[in-house]
């Protein structure tokens, strides 16, 4: 079955970086562009980073342009999302999320496998 398994979360001070992974299984992953979504404490789903199938196109949020950074190596099956001066807003459950729909900015309708999630908390 279609697997996708967050790693890299966990606490970090304000400024600091963390290197979050994202290791797929269950489909041809380099057939597929790839997304990172967020959902902080109590608020709903935010659309953050994706990379598309060769890793040739990246695209973020206003917010996280210059902070962060996706990329992925499809020999691992591995998507990563390199997160620097990271600020007590970027707290959240961070997704890896598989996208069929091949546009940008993605829509949810073609997000059809997601993971469970790595927890980033931003505090000092």
């Known amino acids: 079955e279609v697997q996708l398994v967050e790693s890299g979360g966990g606490l970090v001070q304000p400024g600091g970086s963390l290197r979050l992974s994202c290791e797929a299984s269950?489909?041809?992953?380099?057939?597929?562009?790839m997304n990172w979504v967020r959902q902080a404490p109590g608020k709903g789903l935010e659309w953050v980073s994706g990379i598309s199938w060769n890793g040739a196109n990246t695209y973020y949020t206003e917010s996280m342009k210059g902070r962060f950074t996706v990329s992925r190596d499809n020999a691992k099956n591995t998507l990563y999302l390199q997160m620097n001066g990271l600020e007590s807003e970027d707290t959240a459950v961070y997704y890896c999320?598989?996208?069929?729909?091949?546009?940008?900015?993605?829509?949810?309708?073609?997000?059809?496998?997601w993971g469970k999630g790595t927890l980033v908390t931003v505090s000092s």
């Open positions: 269950g489909f041809t992953f380099d057939d597929y562009a």
């Open positions: 999320v598989k996208d069929t729909g091949g546009s940008w900015p993605p829509f949810y309708y073609g997000m059809d496998y």
